[in-house]
């Protein structure tokens, strides 16, 4: 069967697109903020040689690392009100909701950076009598930022895609405007086709970027 598209229906109905995009983009920047910061400290605590900080995060990590981030979407935006009492607006939600577990995957990737640090660094700091403190802010964050980058940027990328998710609890974000447009023009494959256009033309670019740091370290190592 045969499908005759008409891109015409989106004509005059670009508004309700473009914001949903600015929903998109305060989500997906609002849980990086909160993954590349957080997250470090995440990390800190799952390498820390205390158990009782140790245990905590490493249970925090594994739970959104294995767990769909869609239940966690729903779970946080319906649970947490119930169970906590604590109620926010749906941008701020959303935010949170995408946060944790962005944190989670960033904590993994500022681990993996940190173990790449050489050893004779962290011995020069003892020789230099560095405390953890300086050590952590002068040698190991630096060097971790670069050995991580590429794996964070690429981590922004997928919760900007996955910020998608937050439609299904009413968020006006790009998909839920997307949907919506659907149906009052039923014309989904073509709204659709258009929302998957955006996506592809935010993440696109990053990606590139992404591609380049990583020829850069390789070479870099090489040499």
């Known amino acids: 069967m045969g499908y005759d598209f008409d891109f015409s ?19 997906a920047l609002g849980a990086n903020v909160l993954g590349l910061t957080i997250g470090f400290l995440v990390c800190l605590m799952a390498m820390a040689p205390f158990w009782i900080l ?21 779970w946080f935006f319906y649970c947490v009100p119930i169970l906590f009492n604590v109620y926010f607006d749906a941008i701020t939600m959303g935010i949170l909701a995408l ?14 950076g940190i173990q790449a640090v050489p050893k004779e660094h962290h011995d020069a700091c003892v020789a ?5 403190l300086k050590k952590t802010i002068y040698v190991i964050f630096p060097q971790a930022i670069r050995n991580a980058t590429p794996v964070l940027m ?4 997928t919760i900007l895609q996955q910020s998608a998710l937050v439609a ?7 998909m ?3 949907k919506i447009l659907a149906t009052d023009t039923y014309r989904p494959l073509e709204v659709y086709t258009a929302v998957a256009v955006i996506y592809l033309l935010m993440s696109l670019p990053i990606s590139q970027v992404v591609t380049i740091i990583e020829r850069r370290q390789d070479a870099s190592v090489e040499h």
Do not use: W
């Open 99 to 112: 946060g944790l577990n962005l944190i989670a995957f960033n904590a993994e990737a500022y681990r993996a």
């Open 54 to 74: 140790r245990f905590p995060a490493k249970m925090f990590i594994e739970f959104f690392r294995c767990t769909p981030v869609l239940i966690q979407v729903v």
């Open 168 to 174: 299904i609890v009413a968020v006006s974000d790009l």
């Open 154 to 157: 690429t981590n922004g990328i």
């Open 9 to 27: 229906v989106l004509m005059g109905n670009f508004g309700p697109l473009l914001e949903g995009l600015q929903t998109t983009l305060l989500l």
């Open 176 to 178: 839920y405007a997307g």
């Open 128 to 132: 230099l009598g560095l405390g953890t």
